[in-house]
DNA sequence: TGCTAGAATGAGAATCGTTATCATTATGAC
DNA sequence: GTCATAATGATAACGATTCTCATTCTAGCA
């Protein structure tokens, strides 16, 4: 199906910057962990901030196709957010409240590689992530006993 | 809260065999890699079986606790599942046709444990899910072009 | 500075996967 | 067979996400 008419410029595909957009990288740049987008939505609503749920999970999506946001699979099937350096790297993240440690694991990479390699399967990601206690609610569920 | 009534027997939480899970069953087993609990439930149908939607979600839910079943959670937030060996590994699935090795990795488990350690949390469990194409995937591709 | 094309927005409807409800049926121990 | 109760299934409810479309805003340009 070619286009209609004839075209000259490749036309770039710009991203605007807009207020809705800055707010979003604020309040991701102010979280410690993963967020859903239903929860940074609320809290961009409780600071104030006018901003649609459609436009959240627009910018969301954006960001991560550009790489500036990484994207996990909760257990339940909801989709968590968290800003990213721009290196590859993992995630060990408390069950409970959700504080998340960055981990480089670069063992896990070649192992990676190589598992897939020997099974002949090509363009290869994957996806590691690991779930625990964090110290500080072990102490809590201590306390609670 | 104690029972309202003495009790005998530790009353073990037994599970009935049912045509509808034998049938679930037989389905997983001829399955080659990873299915939906729509698909699964589809499929079940297109053979005739009478057996309703919510009752494969709670079968495969059963299985799952029990261990018998894997699940993974999808890119698109869909879960997966998939009749599974004992033992503890993981998957390298064809991200076009769904077709999935699965893949023992001792190297990660320890790395997995040691890392968890090292920060301090308890309780770790991880999950390793690798993306790619198969070689019978990669061959279509080329054909196409 | 004002103008303008089109990117971005937002309210709400629509999807879609999954879970809950509850009356009915089937299982399996006796 | 009887019976307690686990399992089922039709359907409603739910929650996350995406779509629609009229309106607003951004940014490049005259």
Redesign the interface.
């Known amino acids: 199906m070619p286009s209609p008419t004839s075209e000259s410029a490749p036309a770039a595909p710009r991203q605007r910057s807009t207020r809705q957009r800055r707010a979003l990288l604020a309040e991701l740049e102010a979280s410690e962990g993963f967020r859903s987008a239903q929860d940074i939505y609320a809290a961009l609503r409780a600071g104030g901030e006018k901003v649609g749920l459609a436009t959240v999970y627009r910018a969301l999506q954006a960001l991560v196709e550009s790489g500036e946001v990484d994207q996990v699979?909760?257990?339940v099937?909801?989709?968590a957010y968290r800003l990213c350096s721009r290196t590859h790297h993992h995630h060990?993240v408390?069950?409970q409240c959700g504080r998340t440690?960055e981990?480089a694991?670069p063992?896990?990479e070649k192992?990676?590689n190589r598992?897939?390699e020997d099974?002949?399967?090509?363009?290869?990601?994957?996806?590691?992530?690991?779930?625990?206690?964090?110290?500080v609610c072990?102490k809590q569920a201590r306390q609670r006993k």
Chains 1, 2 share one sequence.
């Open positions: 699979q909760s257990d099937g909801e989709a060990l408390c069950r440690v981990i694991g063992a896990v192992w990676a598992v897939a099974n002949g399967y090509e363009d290869v990601s994957h996806s590691v992530e690991l779930f625990g206690v964090c110290p072990q």
